[in-house]
């Protein structure tokens, strides 16, 4: 017999319960419908999905628990240009971000939602950011119309009723408004009301726009909340490092997108480090906060995974490929005759014939990529092989390290430390990443991604970096902070360093520099690995020399790298930190 309790109201929050009666008067949806995350309710909303024609039904022997999701053409990755921050002074938004008056935006959006749920069903989504019980941990509710978005939220939060428990009688929760509408590009908002603690999305179901927990809330509502409570709301992957003795260490990580940044957080030692471990805390979103020994300490506030598909690989990233093999929601990707995925990267053969993303006819002869480039899974990180031990703690875990990392072909070295945390915020501040094929601009071009928040930050980017310095007030024994760069290449236009799981190699350097083990070597930059501290052995005709390629400080180019942060500075320069200004004075002063 069907569960008859389901999509039954299943709290007595009154400030829940009067912001749903006021949502639904708006929307005008025909029923609501309130999860609570039960697996009886997954199997009943995937049901739903299949015979709608939202999911397909995989090859369940070879992907038990996968479906597959096509998203409008026009729909498929965010859209900076329509996403907004409302606050009432556009000084506290800030020059990086997209500003409107709170009071015009919702004018604005309560004409585009009045009964946009006509004829549809509203789901109300109770759900976790964080571990249950972790002081950091939010509650946020989100009402949408797209069983997409609900079962998806499932994978990357911790959805359902123990939101309510989190909660308890308190109205502290994030208030997030989820309509489909018909996904018309001119109705497409994604706004932020960081005072109110709520987030308005319409027109539109990508999962970056509309999987209101992710980007929305963890980044650029919490990055506000972060700045007001004091912690840190970053952009940023979690991992640990076991040596072969056990002493374990605990890194964090910013790197833009096309950076290797989930490679990294499940990167598997290669054969020359047998006995060392890499575990995943988190792939993309870090929580952290001083904790009572001084020390800070880092929680994912994320339930799974929302990475892109393509080039995907055991080569890549062997962690990920075992991660979603079961239990995950493809979006984009081709779907070949026998209820396969395939893309572009994929191990194995190129299929004759397959369906592309948009449903059409593929072979290996056509022009376009059967697989969308920002195709996506979104799998439980309970899948995940190497996942840390402490991935649900709700104490979360003591940070050692944070690195900061683009793609740079030239100037920036294979690693480096800098000198103290306001050196590691300039750092940090300043970073920058080449554009790829992928961006929508020239390639090659230097796009500048503070610490990787650019399109997160949910208030001034110059208040940001305030924060940052600010908040070494609160650590007695702060991280180290670190710059990584994968990416160099030599004349001839080849990468200097082979990457993926070698990447230990630079790790070990900076967890021995935490640990007190490497002396490093100064330089105008910072310190550097010393000769001989990093591990070469075992990479097939890798010589010092190569290294010392990749280590290089060109002057000329570093002056011209100077040069190419007057275009942030200057447009920060009302809000600019004037320890960032010094920095940069110093670093040309010893350059």
């Not at 606050?87 to 604005?108: I, L, Q, V």
């Amino acid at each position: 017999m069907p569960d008859t309790s389901l999509g039954k109201c299943n709290t007595t929050n009154t400030a829940v319960l009067t912001w749903v009666e006021e949502m639904t008067k708006l929307c005008q949806p025909d029923t609501v419908y309130w999860c609570d995350g039960s697996e009886a309710e997954k199997e009943a909303l995937t049901g739903e999905a299949v015979q709608r024609g939202i999911l397909i039904k995989l090859n369940q022997e070879k992907l038990p628990g996968c479906y597959y999701h096509r998203s409008n053409p026009n729909d498929v990755a965010r859209v900076e240009d329509r996403t907004f921050i409302c606050t009432e002074s556009k000084e506290d938004a800030g020059p990086t971000n997209n500003w409107a008056a709170p009071k015009e935006m919702y004018r604005k959006l309560i004409t585009v939602v009045n009964g946009a749920m006509c004829g549809r069903t509203m789901y109300v989504v109770p759900y976790l950011m964080g571990p249950p019980g972790s002081p950091l941990t939010k509650v946020g509710m989100e009402l949408t119309d797209s069983i997409y978005v609900v079962l998806s939220m499932r994978v990357m939060t911790r959805m359902g009723l123990a939101a309510y428990q989190h909660l308890g009688d308190d109205d502290g929760f994030n208030r997030g408004l989820h309509c489909m509408l018909d996904l018309n590009p001119e109705n497409r908002y994604i706004a932020h009301f960081p005072v109110n603690n709520a987030i308005i999305s319409t027109s539109s179901n990508y999962g970056g726009n509309v999987l209101l927990g992710k980007k929305c809330l963890a980044l650029r509502i919490g990055s506000y909340l972060a700045r007001n409570e004091g912690w840190l709301a970053e952009h940023m992957l979690i991992l640990g490092v076991e040596s072969p003795t056990g002493e374990k260490t605990y890194v964090a990580a910013a790197f833009p997108s096309a950076c290797g940044k989930t490679n990294f957080a499940m990167m598997i030692p290669p054969a020359r480090f047998k006995g060392w471990k890499i575990t995943t805390v988190g792939d993309d979103i870090a929580w952290m906060r001083p904790g009572p020994d001084g020390r800070l300490y880092a929680i994912n506030p994320e339930a799974g995974y929302f990475g892109v598909v393509p080039g995907t690989n055991s080569k890549s990233n062997p962690n990920a490929v075992a991660t979603i093999q079961r239990d995950t929601i493809y979006t984009n990707v081709a779907l070949t005759d026998d209820g396969n995925v395939w893309w572009e990267g994929k191990d194995g053969d190129v299929p004759n014939e397959c369906l592309d993303w948009k449903g059409n006819k593929w072979t290996p002869a056509s022009k376009e990529k059967a697989a969308h480039a920002n195709s996506r899974f979104a799998a439980p990180m309970a899948n995940n092989p190497a996942l840390d031990a402490l991935a649900n703690d709700a104490h979360g875990v003591p940070i050692s390290a944070i690195i900061f990392g683009g793609r740079r072909s030239d100037t920036m070295p294979l690693v480096f430390q800098t000198f103290n945390w306001i050196h590691g915020v300039y750092v940090g501040a300043t970073m920058g990443s080449e554009t790829t094929a992928a961006a929508m601009s020239a390639v090659g071009q230097i796009r500048r991604d503070p610490m990787a928040m650019l399109p997160f930050c949910g208030y001034n980017m110059g208040d940001f970096f305030r924060h940052w310095i600010n908040m070494i007030r609160l650590m007695k024994h702060p991280p180290r902070i670190f710059n990584v760069n994968w990416f160099r290449k030599d004349t001839d236009g080849k990468f200097l360093w082979p990457g993926f799981g070698e990447n230990v190699r630079v790790l070990k350097w900076i967890v021995d520099r935490c640990n007190g083990r490497a002396i490093g070597m100064e330089t105008p930059l910072g310190w550097i690995p010393a000769p001989g501290e990093i591990d070469i052995q075992g990479l097939d005709g890798y010589s010092a020399d190569r290294l010392a390629k990749v280590q290089d400080i060109v002057s000329d180019e570093w002056r011209n790298e100077i040069h190419l942060q007057d275009e942030l500075f200057m447009k920060l320069h009302s809000s600019l930190p004037k320890e960032l200004i010094y920095q940069r004075e110093l670093l040309a002063a010893r350059l």
